[in-house]
């Protein structure tokens, strides 16, 4: 299926011809008919000599009307531009040009109808030369009458060209239907339609729906007038909804494939064309079929950043519109550079934004987004609508690959530094470290991490265990050297404070495996553990406190601990009389 759009100046016979093109009504309104014209979108569909189908989405020509035709016009792609043979170009067959243009269509043909009334020829050379001037060139013309038929049999031959011209759809890219239309089923709910420009949808299959918390499910759906268990793009559906209150929604939400789209409400955007010098300070955005009042803020010559009433799932390179509902102008289109940009509070923020967005173009870039946002995770990025096709460096966050190095090395001067201020702790807290980087993830410190650095219960330090402060290892030495022949002898407390062994210090050794707490001032070297054991499973079994501290050549002090000890680890086992024996 291709979806045309008309488009021209009120009573030109736009209706008249879909109607004599499909045999189907497209004024769906009694007042419409009462009235002889159209006020919102009309629907119809034929079958071209191809065998192919056109849907066409016919608006209202009148000047009022001009934000229902933006509606049917702004997800569509090709347009049937129409102009009577006995009025010519008109001002609403420039406005609705404007806004086509405005959008970038580029696919389109004119057609002047009320032939029967007028020479077509002046009003086709003139609307030719208009519409050349635009984003759809040079477009093939056909003069009609919808009264008598005469041109019919050319205009659908002339569709057929024109759908064998449009780009394939993308049926795997995501989701976003423009709601056109909403009403209640008697018996089956809310239904919506619109025109699926791109993608797949199901029946079963969850959307999500800006401001819903919880996502839709779509009940059934109907393309053409007959249900159907899928649509793929192009398509015109009606999409019923299992559970949506009808007030949930209308003309300009959208149903969206989930987590595929960033709702925003400021963009920062490419004015199309020459921008006027002074645009108002307030406009309408026009996008898709919604419609939202926007305050404009203008950054370089052909850049503002817009900020919408209302957020809107819009993507970078996204085409919209601005219109002055005021004067009744099509201001521009533009192309949305950015849909996430950054505040802009310092001062020269805003011109230093402005030489950013010289440099974009509206194509999704990788790399770019990466080297100006430094650190994303792909799931923002995919939502922005830039496609990630790079590793990311931790859980889904991307870096830029400059910015990840420099991190790099901030990260090993900063556990350096910390390691300098406080020698006696096993390395800098993980914690600590993501604040000083101002990282918004723990998972990035520790992907940051590199040999000889390690984590280790929560911090980074050197990857050697052993590591001690000089100082303490210092001290670790001195007892090895004074002790080492009388393993048993814990240096007395005065003696540890001698040798600078203060309580953090001996932590730090014990931490480090150099010494062995057995009670706050009592330690002893690491191999004491294995040779008490060796010693006492020496004595005749069971053997007493008495007995240990003599076979081990040392006091109380030590013996109760180290036994005790001993008997937590399963090398000794303690009897009801109070002796031991070696478990072996
Ligand atoms: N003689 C003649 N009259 C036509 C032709 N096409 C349309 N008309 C008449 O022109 C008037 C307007 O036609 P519509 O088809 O309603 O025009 P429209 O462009 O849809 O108007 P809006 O939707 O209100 O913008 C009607 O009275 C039609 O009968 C034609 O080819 N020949
Ligand atoms: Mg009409």
Redesign the pocket.
Known sequence: MFVVATA??????????VRALTGMEP?RWAEERRR???IDLGFAWTTLPSGGTVAFV?????ERFVPNMLAGVGPVPAALI?VAADEGWMPQSAEHLAALDALGVAYGLLAV?????ADPGPATARARAEIAETSLGAVPAVA?????GAGLPQLRAALDRLAAQLPAPVVDDPVRLWVDRSFTVRGSGTVVTGTLGAGRLRVGDELELAGADEPVRVRGLHSLGEARPEAAAVARVAVNLRGTPRDRLGRGDALLTPGRFHHTDLVDVRLAGDPAADLPATLTLHVGSAAVPVRVRPLGPDTVRLRLARPLPLLVGDRALLRDPGRHHVSGGVRVLDVAPPPLGRRGAAAARAQVLAELDGRPDLTGELRRRRLIRASALIRMGVPVHAEPVAGDWLADPAHWRRLGEQLTEEVARHVREHPLEPGMPVDALRQRLALPDRVLVEALVRPPLRIHAGRVGAASANALPEPVALAVRRVRAEYGDRPFRAPEADRLVDLGLGPREIGAAVRAGALLRLADNVVLLPDALDDAVRVLAGLPQPFTLSAARQALDTTRRVAVPLLELLDRRGATRRLPDDARIVVT
Not at 58 to 62: E, L, M, R, S, Y
Not at 113 to 117: E, G, I, Q, V, Y
Not at 144 to 148: C, I
């Open positions: 021209g100046h009120v009573d030109h016979g736009k209706s008249t011809l004024d002889g014209m159209t016919d608006v209202p020509g009148h129409v109808t009320r032939a029967d009334l009609v009458s919808g009264l008598t």
